[in-house]
């Protein structure tokens, strides 16, 4: 088949073949049986768009006659530079869910969207997904929400499989990953995973122990959750998801019990930041490392505000919001960065908060998360007590606030993730 798209000056073809073996006895798929010493087809990528509908005919009859030809010759390959067709294939046909496609066809293909992904995050950007909480009535929802930039407005996707509060998300490999929560007060061990590209839930092996509000990071291919509530106590134990064999391993249990904390990755490390439900006036930080398989313990930083969102965004944790010493929900935002500790340096010299510009919203219980090198603040309970729909995105580079549309109802304790897909 040839499937010709027009964007932006562009036409792409991709062409599939079926083909005949020497024996001619059966039919068969693939390049390696089909008849040789013929010489490979090729087409041309930014071949200049038809004017007019006219020329427009033409040339889809010049794409059937080719493929007539095509079939007819039974050519073993179709060529072409890998580099140059995957970025503009895959802005065409619809960004980094066909790229993930693409990529797990070959070797080749897979090395060749590397290579085009820096170029492929600047078409399309990040979205930011919000899934699961409480609404306005404190009930639990099932709702799962997605901004895109590009369209400027919240759409609704399909539900999850229950409702659930307290719920964790990462982004894998172009993947939704939604795992553990409460509902009806336990905590679940169930883990689910959307895939955009069909747009449907898929069910997932459960995780070794039900989790409220852990901390998750991707490394190496694989999700690492870490501490959460088991409904009554915070939890010390971590484990890890490998999508290639669908399956939960136990890791060394964290240092401290950590629940809402805060994850990262770099180097093959795994970072816990914050989360233990102590008086201390100091905030914690662990790292993992994966070749030894032990956690250790770093310098200790002051501890973020009561209820506040922590969310790590490349090398900089943010404090967002929080309660204050008589009650009131606050506007009050920090930034603190780690980079030295994430590049290996193990001295707690430097590790201070720096304050940003405030909130437009004061908030607590409000959800966070990385985004387009920022930070997004979602939902929660404003100054009133009562759960908003606000969202807003602080810029790291303008060190500005930036409200966008709020959710279609208020929500807080959502799990919010940005991520490609």
Not at 343 to 348: I, N, R, S, V, Y
Request: hydrophobic share 40%; net charge positive.
């Amino acid at each position: 088949a040839v499937v010709s798209s027009r964007r932006a000056g562009f036409w792409a073809c991709v062409a599939t073949c079926r083909g005949y073996p020497r024996s001619g006895r059966r039919r068969t798929s693939g390049k390696r049986r089909l008849l040789p010493n013929r010489q490979p087809w090729t087409f041309q990528m930014g071949t200049r768009p038809p004017a007019n509908q006219t020329q427009d005919a033409e040339f889809r009859k010049a794409d059937l006659a080719t493929l007539a030809d095509f079939a007819q010759t039974r050519v073993p390959k179709l060529w072409w530079e890998s580099h140059h067709l995957a970025l503009p294939v895959c802005v065409l046909a619809g960004g980094p869910p066909v790229a993930r496609h693409l990529a797990a066809v070959s070797r080749a293909l897979h090395r060749a969207v590397g290579e085009a992904w820096p170029d492929l995050a600047r078409h399309f950007p990040c979205r930011l997904y919000v899934v699961g909480g409480l609404d306005s009535g404190y009930s639990i929802v099932d709702t799962v929400e997605r901004f895109d930039p590009l369209i400027g407005h919240w759409e609704v996707l399909p539900s999850l499989s229950a409702p659930r509060a307290g719920t964790t998300a990462a982004v894998l490999a172009g993947r939704l990953y939604v795992l553990g929560g409460e509902a009806c007060g336990r905590a679940l061990r169930d883990a689910q995973r959307f895939d955009s590209w069909v747009g449907s839930w898929e069910q997932l092996p459960t995780m070794c122990a039900g989790r409220i509000r852990a901390g998750v990071t991707a490394c190496g291919g694989h999700l690492y959750v870490l501490g959460g509530l088991d409904g009554a106590r915070p939890l010390r134990s971590a484990e890890r998801y490998d999508p290639s064999s669908r399956s939960w391993q136990l890791l060394p249990p964290l240092c401290k019990p950590r629940y809402a904390c805060a994850a990262t990755a770099r180097h093959g490390f795994v970072y816990a930041f914050a989360g233990e439900l102590t008086e201390s006036p100091y905030a914690s930080i662990e790292r993992y490392c994966t070749e030894a398989r032990e956690w250790i313990m770093l310098p200790a930083v002051r501890a973020p505000c009561c209820s506040a969102a922590v969310v790590i965004s490349e090398d900089t944790v943010f404090n967002l919001g929080g309660l204050g010493l008589s009650g009131q929900a606050l506007k009050d935002a920090e930034q603190l960065r780690i980079t030295r500790i994430l590049e290996g340096d193990l001295q707690d010299e430097g590790l201070n908060w720096e304050p940003l510009p405030q909130m437009p919203t004061a908030r607590h219980l409000a959800s966070a998360a990385a985004f387009n090198g920022g930070v997004c603040v979602v939902g929660g309970k404003g100054a009133s007590f009562e759960a908003v729909a606000n969202v807003e995105y602080f810029d790291s580079l303008t060190h500005t606030w930036e409200m966008l549309p709020p959710l279609r109802s208020p929500r807080l304790r959502a799990a919010v993730v940005g991520g490609l897909m």
